[in-house]
């Protein structure tokens, strides 16, 4: 098949390629946003959005009809990525009527992209179907720096919400951002801002338009928040005026329980258990004795069908709606909510009942509780309402449903009980009618997800080492190990493992790794053996010195700018290591780091050393807490992390006696 | 009609099928599933890799290129799945296609431990038009594998015809991501004027086409084990079992006898696109100045075609695709004089003709490109070697320029192209010619650094380093279309990845696209805890350059060669000043070590008379004697060496507050 590929690229290129207009004027509005002089950035900024605007029009049909204009202005070379338009839309709920773009240079040459030059593509190829896709046009190779790229569309939609969003930037600064509502005559919107103060609409009739301008550029800082957190984004209700014909075509909602009730809609009928669904469960829970010990044979099951979505209809909303369990089972693949509601059957079979949660994957910060909307959701879990028999760190109560056990059947490195670390915290809702809320969900300590390595080394006189390390791993360390371990042949996984072993003893030959995965219990074990002849380096042939941290760094954060522009954010974990070297004989310790202890309110670390019966025992033991530092705190966090480091890298001496 | 391999000449005995015109069968089309071996549905552990997490029982592809303007692909592939691993990795289908391709046929099934078998239904076979533009359309079929997990069989078949397809290239590719138990070709060859032809790659000799039934040859290997990537190995079309196939209309000649008629042809071209007129001969005379040996005189012309002549083949031209479109061809030598602008296959024929002006015999080189596969002229078809290259004779010796490649200096060729086979292009008799390889001293990375050392450790100072070669050339290519703001980013990512809390500042990026000056790298870094205290000492790793570099060679086994691209060289000079107060604690270097006639290790460490400042230099060159290319089994002395070099680069000395500088040599 290579030779198809190839010729594809080639087609591509050879297709996209067309002799293009040139000499055309560029719109006026491009013409004008072109003039504009925005202010000198820093010179890592790549390109200046000059105008970026939404026009959207709704008909009394409810029909959304959107203009977009955007220009942006290409400051270096690695601006010209930014030299593309891209709008997507559902197949069979909305179309792009129309995108056009404009590449002006610095001589005034303006360059036309039309119908010959759009890209019609699936928003994401690797699923099996998509009904999301995207019409683009690619300037980026006509682009550099010093020009201005625009493009306008025209799209159509029939939405399934009377809400909508916008972003005002990207991380590029921004000139203008404008968004307007219009909105037939008697219907009225209210906004919210997030990440920005708030921003008052512009009322004109029943149009309302939202503005800022002259916001700065998001400077991409390691452990950030990420942007949505940062960039002033806008949620819009729209809905006509109370009794009007046209309420009943519009779905609007007030609070949480509205969405809750149209998402229980959504899911129970789904939940409906046939034979073979009775006879699995009871197959699987036969054995069990407990609660959990049913959950969790259930869940195991659950997570290890392979992960596929295939969502027919999404314009109509059934990409919210699960496939039937009886479906999902009997093919033995689905996406989250088929997983979830597959789960939820199951356990209904033998009356343990369980509600759908939908929650945001990926940022536990992004929803937000003032905004009731379906659309801040990307993902299904579980919650199982549980007896007090059953004790997990991922139990909530809810004030009427009481304890819940909260649970992603679709996330299969993270068994029942822990809960996977980016969807800690956040706010889900419950998904049960009029009992349906917001909640947040549980956080587990940093020492559940704890990384203990025990190292015992043999020390030679020559500074030849021999090391036993058992790596235990419990909580979302634990996950981790598992994801690799899971993503890798055993030939890949035991090569990695060589690596990692070589970075912290040059030369080491690896005799042994073997891995113990307990999905169940939440545990990860590896155990590894190692010689490497070089690690101590001997002195003047009386002294031998080394790093009793074998392997370098607990945290690979790195602080070293001088300025930080936005909060820092830092992950629960705990990680304890210690090292037993028995010491050669005729040699003594010279020389050792003094202990340390580092103590602030996201963490503790410590370092220490002693020597007894003849081996020298280092341990270092890092806690750090899920937290999100203000900016006027980065020194802390910067001193912390460089103090870790010098503990990481301090030599011991030994010498002979 | 013919079938033939083009060594078939060569070795007996030959293979040169006369294919009677039969039938087309379209296979599997009509084809049940075939039954399942008991043993295959009981097979708990893997046949050919112990570890694989799936195993291919049996692929085979048909090719049936028979029917004028159709060409016809049947797939029938069974696979046992062995881990959730195996699971993930065919749990879903997808079969990608151009419009003007039909697929037909599609099924799959999965047939349990147990022996049940769920199929897949039609409804669950998705065809999406994946990217559309300009009535172009990649389109697939993909559906999702019913009920798959550790233990089934799944199989799947489809047909793929391509319209107006046939007559053209195959690869036929038999070793894949995951072992395979057998795989097996069904070739039909087009029954037109040109005869089929077939070149092996790394296939053992006992794997060869036999005829097949209805107008097909079948070719099978079996347990071939799963491709995997290594560090610093050769190409993949050099280290996995292919067969090319392609059409050729004299098969039965000789590699030999088709080089030499496609020598003579180009030679032909040759003369005239390099035609000497008094345009260039005045040109010659006037760029060769009062240069006075042969060498001078080529390095000039060269110099002039990289410097002088604008190259539109250049990506870092500041042309845009648009603007390069509308650069009218140069139809002549004197043209392009003119002009001053043109491709790079314009540039070296006006060198040549140029040489060919100041009394040099100039040749048209073809030569092999060694990142894809290592040329050998056995191998009969144009497509593997480029006209890339100008020879020229100076005395007895053909020495190779590269003119229409701005960044390759004079000597060298790209690395590419070093070391390869040419066939320099003759009217009577074309002839082989080896490439050389440039010794290590060509390829140079001098790195010098003025450094001074605090007391809590912290290292800061300014470094300067130069490449030259090959390390220019890919440093060249690889920075010459990025702004400055990104040569700047790219250099700090490299010094932060192996020193991360380094602070780098004042970058300077010299020479990018500069011909023929060296590249260069100018900083100001600042290293908090680069060196270590303790109560009473601080040790110091001089080799500043490879604080945080991890050793080259890390993994036990190794299955492919190993591949250095070209021989290389470093200098390193690094001066730290040290901290008031302390001095050098009796310090030793490294004792040097060399591996004969391949590679050269020395390291020194001295003091400045005033005690003050510590000199470091090392040397070191690796790839002398065109050796680059070794075998599985010198993996372990090679590692060895190399973990010798990072042992030594990661010498550690020791300062001593208050102590007496001792033994060090005065600098």
Same mark, same amino acid.
């Given at each position: 098949?290579?030779?198809?590929?190839?010729?594809?690229?080639?087609?591509?290129?050879?297709?996209?390629?067309?002799?293009?207009?040139?000499?055309?004027?560029?719109?006026?509005?491009?013409?004008?946003?072109?003039?504009?002089?925005?202010?000198?950035?820093?010179?890592?900024?790549?390109?200046?959005?000059?105008?970026?605007?939404?026009?959207?029009?709704?008909?009394?049909?409810?029909?959304?009809?959107?203009?977009?204009?955007?220009?942006?202005?290409?400051?270096?070379?690695?601006?010209?990525?930014?030299?593309?338009?891209?709008?997507?839309?559902?197949?069979?709920?909305?179309?792009?009527?129309?995108?056009?773009?404009?590449?002006?240079?610095?001589?005034?040459?303006?360059?036309?992209?039309?119908?010959?030059?759009?890209?019609?593509?699936?928003?994401?190829?690797?699923?099996?179907?998509?009904?999301?896709?995207?019409?683009?046009?690619?300037?980026?190779?006509?682009?550099?720096?010093?020009?201005?790229?625009?493009?306008?569309?025209?799209?159509?939609?029939?939405?399934?919400?009377?809400?909508?969003?916008?972003?005002?930037?990207?991380?590029?600064?921004?000139?203008?951002?404008?968004?307007?509502?219009?909105?037939?005559?008697?219907?009225?919107?209210?906004?919210?801002?997030?990440?920005?103060?708030?921003?008052?609409?512009?009322?004109?009739?029943?149009?309302?338009?939202?503005?800022?301008?002259?916001?700065?550029?998001?400077?991409?800082?390691?452990?950030?928040?990420?942007?949505?957190?940062?960039?002033?984004?806008?949620?819009?209700?729209?809905?006509?005026?109370?009794?009007?014909?046209?309420?009943?075509?519009?779905?609007?909602?007030?609070?949480?329980?509205?969405?809750?009730?149209?998402?229980?809609?959504?899911?129970?009928?789904?939940?409906?258990?046939?034979?073979?669904?009775?006879?699995?469960?009871?197959?699987?829970?036969?054995?069990?004795?407990?609660?959990?010990?049913?959950?969790?044979?259930?869940?195991?099951?659950?997570?290890?069908?392979?992960?596929?979505?295939?969502?027919?209809?999404?314009?109509?909303?059934?990409?919210?709606?699960?496939?039937?369990?009886?479906?999902?089972?009997?093919?033995?693949?689905?996406?989250?909510?088929?997983?979830?509601?597959?789960?939820?059957?199951?356990?209904?079979?033998?009356?343990?009942?369980?509600?759908?949660?939908?929650?945001?994957?990926?940022?536990?910060?992004?929803?937000?509780?003032?905004?009731?909307?379906?659309? !801040?959701?990307?993902?299904?879990?579980?919650?199982?309402?549980?007896?007090?028999?059953?004790?997990?760190?991922?139990?909530?109560?809810?004030?009427?449903?009481?304890?819940?056990?909260?649970?992603?059947?679709?996330?299969?490195?993270?068994?029942?009980?822990?809960?996977?670390?980016?969807?800690?915290?956040?706010?889900?809702?419950?998904?049960?009618?009029?009992?349906?809320?917001?909640?947040?969900?549980?956080?587990?300590?940093?020492?559940?997800?704890?990384?203990?390595?025990?190292?015992?080394?043999?020390?030679?006189?020559?500074?030849?080492?021999?090391?036993?390390?058992?790596?235990?791993?419990?909580?979302?360390?634990?996950?981790?190990?598992?994801?690799?371990?899971?993503?890798?042949?055993?030939?890949?996984?035991?090569?990695?493992?060589?690596?990692?072993?070589?970075?912290?003893?040059?030369?080491?030959?690896?005799?042994?790794?073997?891995?113990?995965?307990?999905?169940?219990?939440?545990?990860?074990?590896?155990?590894?053996?190692?010689?490497?002849?070089?690690?101590?380096?001997?002195?003047?042939?009386?002294?031998?010195?080394?790093?009793?941290?074998?392997?370098?760094?607990?945290?690979?954060?790195?602080?070293?700018?001088?300025?930080?522009?936005?909060?820092?954010?830092?992950?629960?974990?705990?990680?304890?290591?210690?090292?037993?070297?028995?010491?050669?004989?005729?040699?003594?310790?010279?020389?050792?780091?003094?202990?340390?202890?580092?103590?602030?309110?996201?963490?503790?670390?410590?370092?220490?050393?002693?020597?007894?019966?003849?081996?020298?025992?280092?341990?270092?033991?890092?806690?750090?807490?899920?937290?999100?530092?203000?900016?006027?705190?980065?020194?802390?966090?910067?001193?912390?992390?460089?103090?870790?480091?010098?503990?990481?890298?301090?030599?011991?001496?030994?010498?002979?006696? | 009609?013919?079938?033939?391999?083009?060594?078939?000449?060569?070795?007996?005995?030959?293979?040169?099928?006369?294919?009677?015109?039969?039938?087309?069968?379209?296979?599997?089309?009509?084809?049940?599933?075939?039954?399942?071996?008991?043993?295959?549905?009981?097979?708990?552990?893997?046949?050919?890799?112990?570890?694989?997490?799936?195993?291919?029982?049996?692929?085979?592809?048909?090719?049936?290129?028979?029917?004028?303007?159709?060409?016809?692909?049947?797939?029938?592939?069974?696979?046992?799945?062995?881990?959730?691993?195996?699971?993930?990795?065919?749990?879903?289908?997808?079969?990608?296609?151009?419009?003007?391709?039909?697929?037909?046929?599609?099924?799959?099934?999965?047939?349990?431990?147990?022996?049940?078998?769920?199929?897949?239904?039609?409804?669950?076979?998705?065809?999406?038009?994946?990217?559309?533009?300009?009535?172009?359309?990649?389109?697939?079929?993909?559906?999702?594998?019913?009920?798959?997990?550790?233990?089934?069989?799944?199989?799947?078949?489809?047909?793929?015809?391509?319209?107006?397809?046939?007559?053209?290239?195959? !690869?036929?590719?038999?070793?894949?991501?995951?072992?395979?138990?057998?795989?097996?070709?069904?070739?039909?060859?087009?029954?037109?004027?040109?005869?089929?032809?077939?070149?092996?790659?790394?296939?053992?000799?006992?794997?060869?086409?036999?005829?097949?039934?209805?107008?097909?040859?079948?070719?099978?290997?079996?347990?071939?084990?799963?491709?995997?990537?290594?560090?610093?190995?050769?190409?993949?079309?050099?280290?996995?079992?292919?067969?090319?196939?392609?059409?050729?209309?004299?098969?039965?000649?000789?590699?030999?006898?088709?080089?030499?008629?496609?020598?003579?042809?180009?030679?032909?071209?040759?003369?005239?696109?390099?035609?000497?007129?008094?345009?260039?001969?005045?040109?010659?005379?006037?760029?060769?100045?009062?240069?006075?040996?042969?060498?001078?005189?080529?390095?000039?012309?060269?110099?002039?075609?990289?410097?002088?002549?604008?190259?539109?083949?250049?990506?870092?031209?500041?042309?845009?695709?648009?603007?390069?479109?509308?650069?009218?061809?140069?139809?002549?030598?004197?043209?392009?004089?003119?002009?001053?602008?043109?491709?790079?296959?314009?540039?070296?024929?006006?060198?040549?003709?140029?040489?060919?002006?100041?009394?040099?015999?100039?040749?048209?080189?073809?030569?092999?490109?060694?990142?894809?596969?290592?040329?050998?002229?056995?191998?009969?078809?144009?497509?593997?070697?480029?006209?890339?290259?100008?020879?020229?004779?100076?005395?007895?010796?053909?020495?190779?320029?590269?003119?229409?490649?701005?960044?390759?200096?004079?000597?060298?060729?790209?690395?590419?192209?070093?070391?390869?086979?040419?066939?320099?292009?003759?009217?009577?008799?074309?002839?082989?010619?080896?490439?050389?390889?440039?010794?290590?001293?060509?390829?140079?990375?001098?790195?010098?650094?003025?450094?001074?050392?605090?007391?809590?450790?912290?290292?800061?100072?300014?470094?300067?380093?130069?490449?030259?070669?090959?390390?220019?050339?890919?440093?060249?290519?690889?920075?010459?279309?990025?702004?400055?703001?990104?040569?700047?980013?790219?250099?700090?990512?490299?010094?932060?990845?192996?020193?991360?809390?380094?602070?780098?500042?004042?970058?300077?990026?010299?020479?990018?696209?500069?011909?023929?000056?060296?590249?260069?790298?100018?900083?100001?870094?600042?290293?908090?805890?680069?060196?270590?205290?303790?109560?009473?000492?601080?040790?110091?790793?001089?080799?500043?350059?490879?604080?945080?570099?991890?050793?080259?060679?890390?993994?036990?086994?190794?299955?492919?060669?190993?591949?250095?691209?070209?021989?290389?060289?470093?200098?390193?000079?690094?001066?730290?000043?040290?901290?008031?107060?302390?001095?050098?604690?009796?310090?030793?270097?490294?004792?040097?070590?060399?591996?004969?006639?391949?590679?050269?290790?020395?390291?020194?460490?001295?003091?400045?008379?005033? !005690?003050?400042?510590?000199?470091?230099?090392?040397?070191?060159?690796?790839?002398?004697?065109?050796?680059?290319?070794?075998?599985?089994?010198?993996?372990?002395?090679?590692?060895?060496?190399?973990?010798?070099?990072?042992?030594?680069?990661?010498?550690?000395?020791?300062?001593?507050?208050?102590?007496?500088?001792?033994?060090?040599?005065?600098?």
């Amino acid at each position: 098949m290579l030779y198809r590929s190839l010729l594809f690229c080639f087609l591509l290129i050879a297709a996209a390629a067309p002799a293009l207009a040139v000499g055309d004027d560029a719109p006026d509005w491009l013409q004008q946003a072109a003039a504009a002089k925005p202010p000198a950035y820093d010179k890592d900024v790549p390109a200046v959005v000059l105008h970026q605007e939404q026009v959207v029009k709704l008909d009394s049909d409810g029909r959304l009809t959107t203009t977009t204009t955007y220009a942006v202005r290409i400051l270096t070379r690695e601006g010209r990525a930014y030299a593309e338009a891209v709008e997507t839309y559902l197949t069979n709920a909305g179309k792009v009527k129309e995108i056009r773009a404009w590449l002006i240079r610095p001589n005034g040459e303006v360059k036309k992209y039309g119908k010959d030059q759009v890209i019609d593509r699936m928003c994401n190829p690797l699923d099996i179907y998509d009904e999301c896709r995207a019409k683009l046009i690619d300037a980026t190779l006509d682009a550099d720096a010093g020009m201005i790229f625009g493009y306008q569309s025209s799209s159509e939609e029939q939405p399934l919400f009377s809400q909508e969003r916008w972003v005002f930037q990207s991380r590029l600064p921004t000139l203008v951002s404008r968004y307007t509502l219009s909105l037939p005559s008697n219907w009225q919107a209210s906004s919210i801002t997030f990440n920005h103060p708030n921003v008052a609409p512009v009322v004109s009739g029943s149009t309302y338009t939202w503005e800022l301008r002259n916001l700065p550029p998001i400077v991409p800082e390691s452990a950030s928040p990420v942007v949505t957190n940062l960039a002033p984004r806008l949620a819009v209700k729209y809905s006509p005026a109370e009794g009007s014909s046209a309420q009943a075509r519009t779905r609007s909602f007030d609070n949480w329980v509205e969405v809750s009730r149209w998402a229980t809609e959504l899911h129970d009928p789904q939940a409906v258990p046939n034979e073979a669904i009775i006879a699995k469960t009871l197959q699987l829970t036969a054995g069990a004795k407990t609660e959990l010990d049913k959950i969790r044979a259930v869940g195991r099951f659950v997570q290890e069908l392979q992960y596929i979505s295939i969502d027919v209809g999404v314009g109509r909303g059934n990409g919210f709606r699960p496939h039937s369990a009886a479906q999902a089972f009997a093919k033995l693949y689905g996406d989250c909510k088929d997983k979830a509601n597959l789960m939820r059957t199951m356990l209904k079979t033998i009356n343990i009942t369980a509600y759908p949660v939908v929650i945001f994957s990926g940022d536990r910060t992004f929803v937000r509780e003032e905004w009731a909307s379906p659309t !801040q959701f990307n993902h299904v879990i579980i919650a199982v309402k549980v007896s007090d028999e059953t004790q997990a760190a991922t139990v909530i109560t809810h004030p009427k449903l009481g304890r819940l056990l909260i649970f992603d059947a679709t996330d299969d490195n993270t068994p029942v009980g822990d809960l996977p670390d980016h969807e800690q915290g956040s706010l889900a809702l419950l998904v049960a009618g009029d009992d349906g809320a917001l909640m947040r969900m549980p956080i587990t300590s940093p020492e559940a997800n704890l990384l203990d390595r025990q190292s015992e080394v043999m020390m030679d006189a020559d500074g030849a080492i021999t090391v036993t390390v058992s790596d235990r791993a419990v909580g979302q360390k634990a996950a981790d190990f598992r994801r690799v371990f899971r993503s890798l042949s055993r030939p890949e996984y035991t090569g990695m493992i060589e690596t990692w072993v070589a970075r912290g003893a040059n030369g080491a030959k690896v005799s042994k790794v073997n891995p113990t995965d307990s999905h169940t219990e939440g545990r990860f074990v590896l155990d590894i053996e190692f010689t490497a002849r070089n690690y101590a380096q001997l002195m003047q042939d009386k002294l031998l010195v080394f790093r009793p941290a074998i392997f370098g760094q607990m945290r690979t954060l790195s602080l070293t700018e001088a300025k930080r522009n936005h909060p820092i954010v830092l992950e629960a974990e705990a990680y304890k290591d210690t090292v037993r070297i028995k010491l050669p004989a005729g040699f003594v310790v010279d020389e050792m780091p003094d202990a340390m202890k580092l103590e602030t309110s996201f963490g503790t670390f410590s370092a220490t050393y002693e020597v007894k019966d003849g081996y020298l025992v280092f341990t270092r033991n890092l806690i750090q807490r899920t937290a999100t530092i203000p900016v006027e705190d980065y020194a802390k966090v910067k001193n912390f992390y460089a103090g870790m480091r010098v503990a990481e890298q301090a030599p011991v001496v030994l010498v002979k006696k | 009609m013919k079938f033939s391999h083009p060594l078939a000449t060569l070795v007996a005995p030959v293979l040169l099928l006369i294919l009677l015109a039969a039938p087309s069968v379209l296979a599997f089309k009509d084809e049940e599933w075939r039954p399942i071996d008991p043993a295959h549905l009981a097979l708990k552990t893997p046949v050919v890799e112990k570890d694989a997490d799936a195993e291919v029982i049996f692929w085979e592809v048909r090719i049936d290129d028979g029917e004028r303007g159709e060409l016809e692909e049947s797939h029938y592939v069974r696979v046992k799945i062995f881990t959730e691993r195996g699971k993930e990795l065919y749990s879903k289908i997808e079969i990608p296609f151009f419009n003007f391709t039909k697929i037909k046929d599609l099924a799959a099934r999965t047939i349990k431990a147990d022996g049940a078998i769920i199929e897949l239904k039609k409804e669950d076979i998705f065809e999406q038009t994946k990217v559309q533009i300009s009535g172009l359309k990649l389109k697939h079929k993909s559906f999702a594998v019913p009920g798959i997990e550790p233990g089934v069989i799944i199989e799947y078949r489809w047909r793929e015809v391509v319209d107006g397809g046939g007559g053209g290239r195959f !690869q036929l590719n038999f070793q894949r991501e995951i072992p395979v138990q057998n795989v097996t070709y069904y070739v039909k060859p087009f029954s037109g004027i040109y005869g089929m032809r077939y070149m092996p790659f790394q296939v053992p000799d006992s794997v060869r086409f036999t005829k097949d039934k209805d107008g097909f040859h079948k070719i099978s290997m079996s347990n071939v084990p799963a491709f995997r990537e290594e560090p610093r190995m050769p190409p993949r079309n050099q280290v996995r079992p292919w067969i090319l196939i392609y059409y050729s209309s004299n098969v039965s000649q000789s590699p030999a006898s088709y080089w030499r008629n496609l020598g003579q042809r180009y030679h032909e071209f040759f003369k005239e696109w390099t035609k000497v007129n008094d345009d260039v001969r005045k040109a010659a005379t006037q760029i060769m100045g009062d240069a006075a040996t042969p060498e001078q005189k080529l390095d000039r012309l060269l110099e002039y075609c990289r410097t002088k002549i604008k190259n539109v083949s250049d990506d870092a031209s500041g042309l845009t695709p648009e603007e390069r479109k509308k650069v009218k061809d140069n139809k002549k030598p004197s043209d392009t004089l003119k002009r001053g602008v043109a491709d790079g296959g314009e540039i070296n024929m006006v060198f040549a003709a140029l040489a060919s002006a100041a009394g040099f015999e100039t040749r048209l080189a073809f030569v092999g490109d060694r990142s894809d596969i290592f040329f050998d002229p056995s191998f009969a078809n144009a497509s593997f070697i480029s006209p890339s290259v100008i020879a020229v004779r100076v005395g007895s010796q053909w020495r190779f320029y590269s003119p229409g490649y701005n960044y390759v200096p004079a000597g060298m060729l790209r690395w590419q192209q070093e070391g390869q086979q040419a066939l320099l292009a003759d009217e009577t008799e074309p002839a082989w010619v080896k490439t050389p390889i440039s010794a290590p001293q060509l390829s140079l990375e001098k790195r010098t650094a003025k450094l001074r050392l605090d007391e809590d450790g912290t290292l800061e100072g300014d470094v300067r380093i130069e490449y030259t070669g090959q390390f220019a050339i890919e440093r060249k290519e690889y920075n010459d279309d990025e702004s400055p703001a990104e040569r700047e980013e790219i250099l700090r990512k490299i010094v932060k990845n192996r020193m991360d809390t380094a602070e780098v500042t004042n970058i300077r990026v010299e020479n990018v696209q500069d011909p023929a000056k060296p590249f260069v790298y100018e900083y100001h870094i600042r290293i908090p805890g680069y060196a270590q205290r303790t109560g009473k000492r601080v040790f110091l790793q001089p080799a500043f350059f490879h604080r945080g570099i991890p050793a080259l060679f890390t993994q036990s086994q190794r299955q492919h060669s190993i591949y250095f691209h070209y021989p290389w060289s470093e200098e390193d000079e690094v001066t730290i000043e040290l901290p008031a107060g302390y001095s050098l604690d009796s310090p030793d270097a490294p004792a040097p070590f060399r591996s004969e006639k391949v590679s050269d290790y020395k390291a020194t460490i001295g003091i400045s008379k005033d !005690q003050r400042t510590l000199v470091y230099k090392r040397s070191f060159y690796f790839g002398d004697n065109e050796a680059i290319l070794f075998p599985p089994n010198m993996y372990q002395p090679l590692r060895n060496y190399f973990d010798r070099v990072y042992k030594a680069d990661n010498h550690t000395i020791t300062l001593k507050q208050g102590a007496a500088t001792a033994q060090a040599p005065a600098k």
